[in-house]
């Protein structure tokens, strides 16, 4: 018997995290040679549903009108996610629907209509990386993981931006259907199998920015674009005029974290910059002051979850 698959496509939604799941499906239908999964689009209220790009879909079914049950419930995001605010009825039906399914979850911002209907409470979930914070903050009763691109718990399935819809689509499959047929999937669709790293790795969030008082951000904006230079405690709190205690002191108070954190952290925006011109990480390392290029590796795999060597291969885009 076919696992009926249902999208409700958000007010606005972004047309990829409706049609690239979908896609997935599709293909394990092909694959399978059999209807391996039944699909439908739903829909808020009566009416075309028009997307973020201005594309307009034809709903199967709309939320509080049908009392049909789903294997699995996804809700797509859209840009306006956030700030939409859907109706109790809506609420009530992704509630109940989620309920009677065998899991349920979200893609991209989808996540926050889970929230507001209470699915994300004592949950793990993701998000996309730049609604993370917002999310966290609305709905403190979730545990949100900003850098995962999928995260399950219990019947709960969360992707993060946009296209980890087909991550999460194709894990899916390989839950249903197994590990083999899934490659085949993703083989056909020209896609990672099991994508390597975060989604953090694609964002510019969390990049070390100045904070904190003038005489501290001068020194920040030192430290960011000479890289390579000495940026002890002693030698930066030199430079603000200051006592290392009381330079230390002060920068931890005022922006969040210690001098040592901060400088990493600069260290390794710059890198990233380097290593998307082409540069080598061995390279890379030297200019950005790091003891070698497998102190590099550690601390660009700690802060994004891949080594600067995948890095260049996935975001490089010229040689030096």
């Known amino acids: 018997m076919a696992r009926t698959i249902a ?149 709960l399935r969360t992707a993060a931006g946009v296209t980890a819809g087909l991550d ?10 197994g590990r083999e047929l899934a490659m085949r999937v993703a083989s056909q669709l020209v896609m990672f199998f099991k994508r390597p790293g975060g989604q953090l790795q694609f964002s510019r969030h969390g990049q070390a920015h100045p904070a904190g008082r003038s005489a501290l951000q001068e020194v920040q904006r030192w430290v960011a674009a000479n890289p390579a230079q000495d940026h002890s405690v002693d030698a930066l709190a030199e430079r603000a005029g200051l006592s290392p205690r009381h330079f230390a002191r002060l920068f931890l108070a005022e922006v969040g974290i210690t001098p040592a954190a901060w400088v990493e952290s600069a260290r390794i925006d710059r890198a990233r910059d380097l290593l998307e011109s082409g540069h080598a990480p061995k390279q890379v390392a030297a200019l950005c002051r790091f003891a070698n290029a497998d102190t590099l590796r550690r601390s660009f795999a700690r802060h994004l979850g891949v080594t600067p060597a995948e890095y260049r291969r996935r975001h490089g885009h010229g040689r030096a």
């Open 168 to 177: 999460l689509a194709l894990a899916l499959v390989e839950e249903d259907l």
């Open 7 to 155: 999208i409700l496509a958000l007010p606005s939604v972004q047309l990829l995290d409706v049609s690239g799941p979908l896609d997935v499906f599709a293909q394990a239908n092909t694959e399978t040679g059999r209807e391996a999964y039944a699909l439908r689009v739903v829909a808020c209220e009566a009416g075309p549903i028009r997307s973020s790009s201005g594309m307009r879909l034809l709903p199967d079914l709309i939320a509080g009108r049908s009392d049909e049950r789903f294997d699995t419930l996804l809700i797509a995001g859209a840009p306006n996610a956030s700030r939409a605010r859907l109706k109790d009825s809506v609420l009530a039906w992704i509630r109940a629907s989620a309920t009677k399914s065998r899991r349920y979850g979200s893609v991209c911002t989808g996540a926050f209509a889970l929230a507001a209907a209470g699915l994300l409470d004592g949950r793990r979930a993701t998000t996309h990386w730049a609604a993370a914070a917002a999310l966290a903050s609305a709905y403190p009763n979730a545990t949100i993981e900003a850098d995962a691109l999928i995260v399950r718990d219990g019947k």
